[in-house]
């Protein structure tokens, strides 16, 4: 089955500096690629998303790079800011047996420093 | 627009009494419904999927069950709880590809 490494697992960051988060997969079926972030105590939210036809996706300050060949796609956050502490989920999800099966990475906190 | 309700939003169980945590969506029609555990600082675990009503597939091997008595509600249940059923329950739903989350149950079994 799908087997999705995300790295690092904390990452602590000054406030205005980018912070990178990096996931890969193994299943070269997966088509599409959601990232969740989530707040303490809170639901996963999906905050940016990307699939498999596409190389690159930004959202303001939000950026998503899938390389398919390699099988490896990364968060980009530029000018982070406290309200960007959070949990971060990446994921690769496919079709199987009639529905969306989606893998979940195993996080990275993100700790944004004033 | 479509809403998912997930309810209670916290629980405190004794160890071996029963659970229910019920799951419904608004606003969309034959979901994929899922249900995921999170434990204290880690990631999400799949615990069971359905495609349809009265079709569940269970990912782990646990003290779990679900079930789909209607096409848009899902319940997680078991007859009785463990210490180790600890943690953060969160229901999905998906219909292309996105999948959005309830606001989750944290459950803790004392």
């Known amino acids: 089955g799908e087997n999705v490494e995300q790295h690092p697992s904390t990452l602590s960051v000054q406030e205005g500096d980018s912070a990178v988060i990096k996931c890969t997969y193994s299943?070269?079926?997966?088509?599409?690629f959601p990232w969740y972030k989530q707040e303490l105590g809170k639901r996963p939210q999906l905050i940016i998303d990307?699939?498999?036809?596409?190389g690159e996706k930004k959202d303001q300050r939000i950026a998503v790079t899938l390389n398919k060949t390699a099988k490896h796609f990364s968060l980009h956050i530029t000018e982070t800011q406290p309200e960007d502490s959070a949990v971060y989920f990446c994921?690769?999800?496919?079709?199987?047996?009639?529905?969306?099966?989606?893998?979940f990475g195993t996080g990275t906190k993100l700790q944004v420093i004033p | 627009s479509q809403t998912i309700h997930q309810w209670p939003a916290t629980l405190v169980q004794p160890v071996g009494s029963p659970l229910s945590l019920e799951c419904t969506v608004e606003?969309?029609?034959?979901?994929?419904l899922y249900w995921y555990r999170q434990a204290a600082g880690r990631g999400l675990q799949l615990l069971f999927y359905?495609?349809?009503?009265?079709?569940i597939s269970s990912e782990v091997p646990q003290n779990l069950s679900a079930s789909r008595p209607q096409d848009r509600q899902f319940i997680l249940s078991s007859k009785k709880l463990l210490l180790s059923d600890s943690g953060f329950y969160l229901c999905?739903?998906?219909?292309?590809?996105?999948?959005?989350f309830g606001q989750g149950t944290r459950l803790t079994v004392v």
């Open positions: 606003g969309t029609s034959n979901p994929n």
């Open positions: 999905a739903w998906s219909v292309v590809q996105e999948a959005f």
């Open positions: 990307i699939r498999s036809n596409v």
């Open positions: 299943d070269s079926a997966s088509n599409y």
């Open positions: 359905s495609v349809g009503i009265g079709q």
């Open positions: 994921a690769a999800s496919k079709k199987s047996g009639g529905y969306q099966k989606v893998t």
